[in-house]
């Protein structure tokens, strides 16, 4: 009874850890926050629209107020050195969320306490020339690189 | 049994955790990044209103040259090419030879500086001013006149085109050295083979040295 309890346990950390890194697409640190990181969680594309779904976590001991304005999101096509933005609405408005303000276009910006995670989400164009991958920009992390797109 | 008890743990497990991604523990992240359903809708329409570019910029960049300082360099050196031609410097391997006629220089058994030799003066300035490495002036005359008294005047004289490098030129001092070898190395005769005197052969003579070492 006792190594299948052990059993148990070895299956059940490690499919949850399987399931936990099947979440993240790619990660990367904070230059500006310390001991935030922000997760690529989800990229889906229809009708030529390219959506990014971002957590940003902190795990540092310390909270943070994370603030950027989504006007200063951009997503890159290496392949064809192009630069494409988020998509507008017709009031002016990125269509990204969650938003705070609407100056600007919208700004994302929360308080992130100690081992607490916040998401987001912003619309993109599908870049014209259908590279495979990208690079993402998100004031405040490293790019993100080379992120597939199939 | 033991087999089925742990088959069925792992069944339930793996269960237990495919279900808890729904349950509201997670969902609490997935509420955090809901997207509004109108939000697709917008963004068809923000990208027709795109056109077929989809609003891409061009990712330009420039490798920019520093033309400020190249240009200056090159400048200089083409000033320095054509100050040492003008000039007839002779190029050696350690040196740069400049020969400057006396009578240019100076009048006839002066060492004063004449004020038309400033322009030849200025080119040698600019010449010693592109190296910084030590230059020797030396001073010749011709044989008219005692050995001795030739020998001050040439060392007068070589010292008097130091002096305005250094006043004139902004030569540092330090740089140069002078002296004086009276009519001991003449480079064409003084006199005719028959003895009489020969005038041109002691202007080639009365002349001023300058060696600028390359390094």
């Known amino acids: 009874m006792k190594s299948a309890l052990s059993a148990f346990f070895g299956i059940a950390a490690f499919a949850f850890g399987l399931f936990a890194a099947a979440d993240v697409i790619q990660t990367q640190e904070s230059d500006i926050w310390e001991g935030l990181e922000a997760d690529l969680t989800k990229i889906s594309i229809r009708n030529d629209i390219l959506t990014l779904r971002f957590k940003i976590r902190n795990t540092g001991d310390d909270s943070q107020t994370v603030e950027f304005y989504f006007k200063d999101c951009y997503v890159i096509d290496p392949t064809n050195q192009k630069k494409y933005f988020p998509l507008k609405d017709s009031e002016g408005q990125y269509i990204a969320g969650p938003k705070e303000k609407e100056w600007e276009g919208g700004r994302y910006h929360f308080y992130i306490g100690s081992g607490s995670s916040s998401g987001f989400w912003v619309k993109f164009p599908v870049p014209a020339d259908n590279p495979e991958a990208i690079d993402i920009n998100i004031p405040g992390f490293f790019p993100f690189e080379e992120v597939p797109l199939n | ?215």
């Not at chain 2, 400048?75 to 400049?98: F, S, V």
């Not at chain 2, 006396?102 to 400033?118: M, P």
Request: hydrophobic share 35%.
């Open chain 2, 1 to 215: 049994m033991r087999a089925k008890t742990i088959l069925c743990l792992c069944v339930f497990s793996l269960l237990l955790f495919w279900s808890g991604r729904a349950s509201p523990l997670f969902a609490l992240e997935e509420e955090e990044i809901t997207i509004p359903p109108e939000a697709h809708q917008k963004a068809i329409e923000a990208l027709k209103a795109l056109g077929p570019g989809r609003g891409a910029l061009e990712l330009t960049y420039k490798v920019l040259t520093i033309e400020g300082i190249t240009r200056g360099l090159t400048a200089r050196i083409e000033k320095i090419q054509a100050a040492l031609k003008e000039l007839g410097a002779e190029e050696t391997e350690t040196d740069y030879r400049i020969e400057l006629p006396g009578d240019i220089l100076f009048d006839f058994d002066k060492w004063t500086i004449r004020k038309d030799a400033e322009e030849t003066l200025s080119k040698v300035g600019e010449v010693i001013s592109a190296y910084q490495h030590p230059v020797i002036i030396t001073g010749h005359t011709d044989s008219k006149g005692s050995e001795s008294y030739n020998l001050e005047l040439s060392k007068k004289r070589a010292e008097s085109v130091k002096q305005w490098l250094v006043d004139q030129a902004g030569i540092d001092s330090k740089r140069i050295e002078t002296m004086g070898k009276g009519e001991s190395e003449p480079v064409a005769p003084n006199t005719n083979p028959d003895g009489s005197d020969n005038p041109e052969g002691r202007q080639k003579n009365r002349r001023v040295e300058i060696r600028i070492r390359k390094n």
